[in-house]
């Protein structure tokens, strides 16, 4: 399957705490930013920002990448990505508050936290770990692994979300040719409850969201709680015959697509309140350039002036205020993270930096 990757480059000299520009927010809400910043040594440093403030997640003696960030309801700040140990190797890693919570790999094969969220309590954190083959689609509550897949081909998890008795997780898993955009869900409330009180369960349920003619994920999901039943939405893309990735949005109704297929694209990240569906990522430019997007009900928006490579990975809407974060090429092979704000872009560290996830909060 082809890829559309961001590549990270430059140095930076960083604290572990310091302060960034002013960014334009509504004072009423602290914005959360998880990523990374590359340090004096060419290290990447797993960072979060809270209204421009960078606070570092690990020390810079290895990289390390923060790639999911969420806030409790009694403002505890978590973030989940990777942080490589002494042999290279990528261990799924969870942080709180700023600290080491618990890693969710053994270190001895590779493993990647991509998605975290607090429900009642307990952190859940989609990923993938490796078994010696095969690389094995993941969710984690509390440390305690659950095996989406068994294995026998390669599958990732790229997002979780939990509500009342429901636990949705979006991604991929291939059929041994294509990889085929997939979920994984439980059937009942019942069996919830079985997944949450059962230490190293293996959950097998996967659903499919395309055919496995052609090579798809879906790099999000989410819950529309607030109705009932709740209504599931996934978004990702899938490959068109021309072998061009098109951004993609499954919904209740079918699958709706947000490109045209002309040029490589995917959506990042969605969100839906009870009147609008938003999705972010990016589409390649007819010169070759990466261009950062926020489509509204299908309709789109371009976040840059195409001038540099960039890309949004992550959205969130609070009232009538849309945020998303992503990364963009600065020249010089520099790297800044960037936050938008209702389309309005700031920096929040312009060398070497990354913006993968962002979370909004009220002020208590």
């Given amino acids: 399957m082809k890829y559309l990757v961001i590549l990270m480059t430059a140095c930076l000299l960083i604290g572990s705490c310091k302060k960034q520009p002013s960014i334009p927010q509504p004072a009423q809400v602290d914005v959360y930013v998880a990523g990374y910043e590359r340090n004096e040594n060419g290290k990447l440093v797993a960072t979060v920002w809270k209204n421009g403030m960078a606070q570092s ?205 002309t040029n490589d694209a995917t959506v990042t990240a969605l969100f839906v309140t009870e009147s609008d569906l938003y999705a972010t990522g990016y589409e390649m430019t007819a010169d070759f350039k990466f261009m950062p997007k926020l489509w509204k009900n299908g309709d789109f928006t371009n976040l840059a002036n195409g001038s540099n490579n960039a890309a949004a990975y992550s959205l969130k809407v609070l009232g009538e205020d849309v945020y998303i974060v992503g990364t963009e090429f600065t020249g010089g092979g520099n790297t800044a993270a960037i936050l938008w704000t209702n389309g309005q872009p700031a920096s929040l560290s312009t060398i070497g930096a990354g913006a993968l996830s962002v979370f909004v909060a009220e002020k208590p």
């Fill in 57 to 261: 997640l690990t020390d810079g003696n290895h990289d390390a990448i923060a790639k999911s960030v969420f806030v409790s309801e009694n403002n505890n700040v978590y973030a989940a990505g990777y942080e490589k140990n002494a042999g290279n190797i990528e261990v799924a890693t969870v942080w709180k508050n700023g600290s080491l919570l618990y890693t969710l790999g053994d270190g001895a094969d590779f493993s990647m936290a991509n998605s975290i969220c607090i429900y009642s309590g307990s952190v859940y954190v989609a990923g993938v770990k490796h078994n010696g083959s095969k690389d094995v689609a993941m969710v984690w509550r509390d440390n305690d692994p659950w095996e989406l897949t068994n294995g026998d081909n390669n599958a990732w998890a790229h997002s979780v979300s939990v509500t009342a008795g429901e636990m949705r997780v979006g991604g991929y898993e291939s059929n041994g040719t294509k990889n085929v955009a997939s979920y994984w869900k439980n059937e009942t409330p019942d069996e919830f409850v079985i997944w949450a009180t059962t230490p190293n369960s293996s959950i097998n349920n996967t659903h499919h969201l395309t055919g496995g003619t052609s090579d798809a994920l879906a790099s999000s999901a989410f819950i529309q709680w607030n109705t009932d039943p709740a209504v599931m939405y996934y978004a990702g893309s899938e490959t068109n015959a021309n072998n061009k990735m098109v951004a993609k949005v499954w919904k209740p109704g079918g699958p709706q697509s947000l490109t045209d297929g």
